[in-house]
């Protein structure tokens, strides 16, 4: 007996409503990046590894699925690379290409490779595919959909003013409200790190003060002091940890801590920018809220970040994040082009919206109404009907097989048809329809125009 088939774990398969679900949530998202300005571009699934590999921070680089080449990839490997099983000199001898991360680094590359193409400042949306070899749980896959709004070429703080509107644009549109923009400051997190003498340490700092709201006070410190920061420099953080407020009192609370260090300083200016402007665009569905302990581990980042957090009493991390990177394309060859921008998490939204109950009933998969086979002269008048409807933009279907009725009507209903409409002699007779409600049982005779005009 044939072995049942599988799919890698950490993928899935999507079924016809999945779909039609995750494409009202993009289809909306798409709307509001164009509505903003963004233009739509894509790029291929696999980067050369160089492209990616390096940009991600340590923990980052381990997660990315690197693709073997093609052939005999082994034939080229030095013999003593093989038997010692090196996996730093074997991996860049057997694979040269791996699939993207994220969306922004082939980003960065893109705009780099295309810039004699492009007219900064460059605004771009894509809402495409990534990988990551992460330990899969609810909400986390190693294959799951970004979708991305990025701004290069332009260091203007009204970028991430923006962005903080179209975070909240998307969510109050997808009724999906209550969700909480935390915003901090890389440049905040290096002057904390000035603060308490670990400037070298600001990677290891970054990375786990960003586990806080996961792992808690004691769980960070004790990872802090593992990575050589020392006691005494933790005693320092304990303002930071306990911070409490609003946006303006956690700020005005920083501005007094960092006041010694003048690139800390430099994020409380541009935080102060932002909260001063958002209070002419007041937020509908979200809430805005400084996090000084948000760091996001991607290195690339190097002034205001953002996570957004579900509402509250739902069971799911971020549905979305960014930020902004002052030389991200530098690695690449071009100096000095600032970008900022951010991802909603499509499939993590998808099972926020699932949980909550906010997806509207006219978004679900299949047709609107089936009309029923009852033999070759009926069938023949439906044809003519059906194609009536679709040229008026109601979704139908004729059921192809003159079957028993009950199969018929079992059919529309395990597909969730809405509708089915009924033509035998009668109703050839009377050049009328019966229209069925299947939620009812209703059954109404109407002519065609009327039915049409109700749909």
């Known amino acids: 007996m044939a072995q049942k088939p599988s799919i890698p774990q950490g993928t899935r398969d999507f079924s016809p409503l999945e779909v039609q679900r995750r494409n009202y949530i993009m289809s909306t998202i798409k709307k ?17 590894s160089d492209t990616l590999l390096g940009k991600y921070g340590e923990e980052g680089d381990r997660l990315i699925f690197k693709v073997l080449n093609n052939g005999a990839y082994l034939s080229k490997v030095k013999p003593e690379d093989l038997a010692e099983q090196d996996e730093k000199s074997l991996t860049p001898q057997i694979s040269d290409r791996a699939l993207r991360y994220d969306l922004t680094v082939p980003f960065a ?26 330990r899969p749980q609810k909400g986390r896959f190693r294959e799951f959909t970004q979708c991305d709004a990025d701004v290069v070429g332009s260091t203007s703080l009204y970028q991430e003013i ?41 990677i290891d700092f970054t990375v786990a003060l960003d ?58 200016e541009e935080l102060t920018f932002i909260h001063e402007n958002m209070q002419q665009l007041p937020l509908t569905g979200t809430n805005l809220d400084l996090d000084i302990t948000l760091a996001r581990g991607l290195n690339y980042y190097t002034g205001c970040i953002f996570e957004v957090a579900a509402p509250a009493g739902v069971s799911m991390g971020s549905v979305g994040g960014g930020g902004r990177y002052d030389d991200l394309t530098g690695i690449f060859g071009l100096k000095d082009v600032s970008g900022v921008g951010i991802s909603f998490g499509l499939d993590r939204i998808y099972l926020v919206m699932e949980e909550l109950g906010l997806f509207p009933d006219s978004v679900r998969a ?85 039915i049409i005009a109700r749909f």
Request: hydrophobic letters at 40%; aromatic letters at 10%.
């Open 109 to 134: 590359r893109y705009v780099v490779q295309h810039q004699n193409e492009i007219t900064f400042p460059f605004k771009r949306y894509q809402m495409q595919n990534v990988w990551r070899a992460d």
């Open 366 to 450: 299949g047709v609107d109404v089936l009309f029923l086979n009852f033999g070759m002269q009926e069938s023949r008048v439906a044809l003519g009907e059906l194609f009536r409807f679709r040229e008026s933009g109601i979704k139908a279907e004729l059921y192809p097989d003159e079957a028993k009725m009950k199969k018929q009507m079992t059919y529309a209903d395990r597909n969730d048809i809405p509708f089915v409409i009924l033509i035998g002699e009668d109703e050839i007779k009377t050049g009328k329809l019966t229209l069925k409600d299947m939620k009812t049982g209703k059954q109404e005779t109407l002519d065609a125009e009327t």
């Open 211 to 268: 586990k806080l709201d996961k792992i808690g006070i004691e769980k960070v410190k004790e990872e802090m002091l593992s990575k050589g920061i020392n006691a005494v420099a933790l005693e320092k953080l304990h303002p930071v940890f306990t911070l409490e407020g609003d946006y303006a009192q956690k700020l005005a609370t920083m501005q007094d801590l960092l006041k010694e260090s003048a690139i800390g300083m430099k994020g409380v």
């Open 32 to 48: 509001y990046f164009e509505q903003y300005g963004f233009m739509p571009i894509e790029t291929p699934s696999f980067e050369n």
């Open 162 to 202: 923006e962005l903080i509107k179209l975070y909240d644009t998307v969510f109050t549109a997808l009724n999906l409200t209550g969700c909480t923009i935390k915003i901090n400051n890389r440049k905040i997190l290096a002057g904390i790190a000035e603060m308490i003498g670990a400037e070298d340490k600001l």
